[in-house]
Each structure stands twice: as C-alpha cells, then as structure tokens.
C-alpha cells in the first residue's frame, strides 16, 4: 500500500486578512485522501493584497496559489513570507512526524488506514516549548479578533513564565507547577520572585487557563491534562476604594487650577529657572500639565478613556441635535458625542455638559484635543496632584470612574450610566455604585431628620393630651346651655 504527505494551501478559502491555512494530505493508492489543518496561515503576496475573499475565489486554482507567499511545485513559504524559516522549518517537522507514523505502520507489518493516521498525527503534541509555541500563535493571531494590546499583556505573561521555567514545555504545565508559579510571583524581588499582589496573580493564571483553553482548541493539549480542574483562581475584581476617584469638591480644586493657569509670558525656551522655582512655588501649571489637565478634566466630564479620548474628532464624533427637554415647546440645540469604543467595540452617545463644551472649540475641524501620550499625562497628573494638595493617586483613569461615581452621586439611573460608560454588562457599573461619604452622610440625614420628625409628632401628641387633660375639668363648671353651644362650635370648626 503506498502512502504519500503533500502540503497544499487552501487558497479557495481566505481569511478576513487575505492569508491562507497550510493544509496536509494524506494519500493511500492516491485514491485514499485525508485533509488535516496544520493551523499556519501563509499572507497574501503584498501587491494583491487589496483584493477581496469573492475576486481571490473566483479565480482557476494554479492562479489564486500565486497570489500568496507559496510555492506549490516545492510546498514551502517564499521568501516573502514573515518567518519564513520557521514556517518551512515546522513544515519539514511535521513531514518527519507523518513519515514516522507510516512507517512505525510498515514496521508492525500492519496496513495503514487514514483514520489510524490522522488519530496518531493529531496526538497532542504536549512536547513543544510554552514559549515558542504562544509565539507562534500570536503571530498567527495579529490579524485576528485580539486586540494589539491583548497580545502584548499575552507575550508579557509567557515571558515571566519563560522566566520561571525557561524549558517549560505544555505538558508541564501540572497542579505542582501551578503552585510553584504562584509562590514566584508572591515571593518578593529581594528573595528572587516577582513581588506582585495577589490580585496580579490571579489575572496572571487567568491568561494562562485561557492560552492552555487555545491549545486544547489547536489539538495540542489534552483537556483531561488541564491543572485549572482542581484549582481555584482568586477573586480578581477589583473594588472601587474612595481612591480610585475624585468627589466633586476634589474635582472643583482641580477645575479652579485649570481656570486660575496664568499662561507663559515667553517661549519656553527662554524661561530662566529661576522663573519656573517662582511657578511652581504659585502652584501653577506648566505647559504640559494644562494640557493634561484640560484632557483628564474632559475625561471626567465624558468617562471616555484615554484611547477614546485620544482618537476624538470633529467630524467623524462631534455633533449637534435639536432636543426636546422635559416637554419644552421650544427645542434646545444640544451637542454630543458618538464614538465606537477602544476596547468594547460599543457605540456610545455622549451629551457634553457645559463644562465639557468650554474646553473644546466645537467648530474647529479635525482632532478635538491636542495629541498627549497616556505615559506622559500620567506623569504630569502625578505633579498636579501635588500642587493641588489632594490626596489621592492620580492616573488618567481615575477621571473615568469621577464621571461614573459622580454620576450615580447626582441621582443619573444605573441604566443610563451603563449606555455612558459602554459597558457590556451591568457587574462592570455596579463597580462604580459605590457612594461617596457624602453621599452617604446625605442619605443618613435624610434618616435623621425622618425620625426627628418622628419625635416631635409623638411630642406635640402628648402636649395636646396633656392639654386636654386640663381642660376637662373646667367644661365640669359650664352650664347644659353653654356645653351646647361649645358642641356647636367644635362641630364647625370640624367641617
């Protein structure tokens, strides 16, 4: 019986980025066929790459291979391919793998089927290294659903692991290892671990259940294997503390350093240093601290995080509509933004409160707000927050979660604030209801006042028993006629 491994791609079937699955074939008497996914995808050739999945399908088979970085006479990567040698490098390994099988089979003197192969080609392969195999996924993933920042939280966590263990291969991944990777990142820097927190922990087993779930779904990994089955990972959500933002009188501090900057009276280049001790002794802001400051308090007007902020533009996100508030016949012309989310892809609708209004100039084309990186924002919030004496870590996401506290603190529905703060799901706002101590101290108040009112009813009821008590003897004196005269009168009044 002969059998033979070819490679082919799967040119008829492109994928959104235009790149191709490498395919294997397994042949018996070249009758006999079976297709197995290698799960590596070959690009499009640069010069076609602006056409569409209908223009690449409808063309002949020879001329759709040339479209990509294939060769189909040597079933290999071209040199235009990224990675190519490792590519072709995995192609010749997986050729060996094939080849094994078929001929472990000759060795046994026993025929080969194409179910017997693809069961013994499509065993996990657990023997690959943790790092070079989620290396090799996420450059295959570029293109795909993962955001650029998801693959770089990604890489960075199987670095730390390739830290640890820098042999690791999947099928090492055991309950043991588990516990031995959890003790490295508590351990303190000074005794040679990682020193995070255990809520840094949690989130890090979480990214590594998820990679271990892509290769269960690869055919690389076995389920069964899986060390997450016994073991629980820690509660990483995290609370909002008083911290985590800022109560509308803190807020205020804020607003009032930004209206009292004084801006410079020269280039800044020709300030002497004298003049900037002299500043920054005035509690006022430099250039780049206004212009932080003037994008963090947007923030905390519109609960947009930084890339939303940063990607704002006038035509494609500012615009006017004629509203008709609380029933008014004459309708208001209100401003309000509409942007598709950074991070959840969810298309938000943003009324610009005054305050918001002041800071932008609504008729100027293009961006909304001055280019700022969130790197440096963050370290000018770190110098504001020293000159204006308020006590709280200041980063740019604190502004988020001000506009959501404050939100709720001025009685916005929790429906409504989730439509703001574009969240998917109710559990991320409900992060954002916890009160203010203000909020809190007003509400008791309320509490109070209802069982002072209490108080002096029951007290005015006693006085007014007492009262009459009093007077009761006093009616003992009147005569038949005066008493019915009173019983007149009472009724009357009682009318």
């Excluded at 004084?262 to 002497?272: D, G, W």
């Amino acid at each position: 019986m002969s059998a033979t491994i070819h490679f082919y791609i799967r040119s008829e079937r492109p994928h959104a980025d235009n790149s191709v699955q490498i395919y294997l074939i397994f042949s018996l008497n070249r009758s006999l066929k079976t297709k197995i996914s290698l799960h590596k995808n070959i690009p499009i050739k640069r010069e076609f790459a602006h056409l569409n999945n209908e223009e690449i399908a409808s063309l002949q088979t020879n001329l759709r291979n040339d479209l990509f970085c294939w060769d189909a006479h040597k079933e290999r990567a071209t040199l235009q391919a990224p990675n190519y040698e490792r590519v072709n490098q995995f192609l010749d390994s997986e050729k060996k793998r094939a080849n094994d099988i078929i001929l472990k089979y000759d060795l046994m003197n026993k025929p080969i089927t194409l179910e017997a192969f693809r069961q013994q080609f499509c065993k996990p392969t657990g023997n690959k290294l943790f790092n070079e195999y989620f290396i090799e996924e996420f450059d295959n993933r570029r293109s795909s659903k993962w955001s650029a920042e998801t693959i770089k939280s990604y890489k960075s966590i199987v670095s730390k692991i390739q830290e640890f263990k820098p042999s690791l291969c999947l099928n090492d991944i055991t309950p043991k290892f588990l516990t031995e990777y959890e003790n490295y990142m508590l351990k303190p820097i000074a005794d040679g671990g990682c020193g995070n927190c255990e809520r840094t922990v949690g989130n890090n087993m979480k990214v590594l259940k998820t990679l271990l779930y892509i290769a269960i779904k690869n055919g690389d990994y076995v389920i069964e294997n899986t060390p997450f089955k016994n073991y629980k990972i820690k509660n990483t959500s995290k609370e909002l503390t008083t911290r985590d933002y800022l109560e509308p009188l803190e807020l205020a501090v804020l607003e009032k350093m930004y209206e009292n900057h004084e801006k410079l009276s020269k280039p800044i280049n020709k300030m002497s240093s004298e003049e900037w001790i002299e500043r920054g002794r005035a509690k006022q802001l430099t250039p780049g601290e206004y212009k932080a400051l003037k994008r963090f308090l947007f923030s905390c007007y519109t609960g947009l995080r930084f890339k939303d902020v940063l990607a704002l533009n006038k035509e494609k996100h500012l615009f006017m509509k004629e509203i008709d508030l609380n029933n008014f016949t004459n309708k208001q012309s209100k401003w309000y933004l509409e942007i598709e989310m950074h991070k959840t892809k969810n298309v938000v609708v943003i009324p610009l409160i005054d305050k918001a209004l002041k800071l932008i100039d609504v008729y100027k084309s293009g961006s909304i707000l001055e280019s700022i990186t969130n790197q440096k924002v963050n370290c000018h919030l770190k110098s504001i927050q020293e000159k204006s004496g308020i006590n709280k870590h200041l980063t740019f996401h604190v502004a988020r979660h001000s506009f959501a506290t404050i939100c709720f603190l001025y009685g916005i529905d929790e429906r409504i604030g989730q439509k703001l703060l574009g969240h998917k799901n109710r559990k991320f706002t409900e992060i954002y209801t916890h009160l203010s101590h203000n909020k809190i101290f007003s509400e008791m108040d309320k509490f109070n006042t209802g069982m002072n009112e209490n108080n002096l009813e029951h007290k005015q009821k006693v006085l007014n028993e007492n009262k009459v008590n009093e007077f009761l003897p006093m009616l003992n004196n009147l005569s038949g006629e005066k008493l019915e005269q009173l019983k007149s009168l009472i009724k009357l009044l009682g009318t």
